[in-house]
């Protein structure tokens, strides 16, 4: 059983900034892919980003350029570093983690962030 626990959510102005921060409770090393999803009211969820266990990153087209997503093996953590955030940004977002050995996914409780002025 794999815990991950996102952190980093809040109220932020539009144009502002957010670190997002996902911890696992045992060893990424394996997790391929690791990504970043979202949910606003009323939407269905959707990849934000993805990164793969070598280091290979994936993007929404919505947030190119204004998020990234990196890893730190080494503390079992995934981020989601967001910049320039507006409006549309809101939404819960949420951790998650494929682990191969096991055979499945895994998800945060996920952190809601607004972009709001």
């Known amino acids: 059983q794999v815990q991950l626990v996102e952190s980093g959510g809040g109220l932020v102005q539009p144009g502002g900034s957010l670190r997002l921060s996902c911890a696992a409770s045992?060893?990424?090393?394996?997790?391929?892919?690791m990504g970043w999803y979202r949910q606003a009211p009323g939407k269905e969820r959707e990849l934000v980003a993805a990164?793969?266990?070598?280091?290979?990153?994936n993007y929404a087209d919505s947030v190119k350029g204004r998020f990234t997503i990196s890893r730190d093996n080494t503390k079992n953590t995934v981020s989601l570093q967001m910049n320039s955030l507006k409006a549309e940004d809101t939404a819960v977002y949420s951790c998650?983690?494929?682990?191969?050995?096991?055979?499945?996914?895994?998800w945060g409780q996920g952190t809601q962030v607004t972009v709001a002025s």
């Open positions: 998650s983690a494929h682990f191969p050995l096991f055979g499945k996914d895994y």
């Open positions: 990164i793969t266990s070598d280091f290979r990153t």
């Open positions: 045992r060893s990424i090393f394996s997790a391929n892919p």
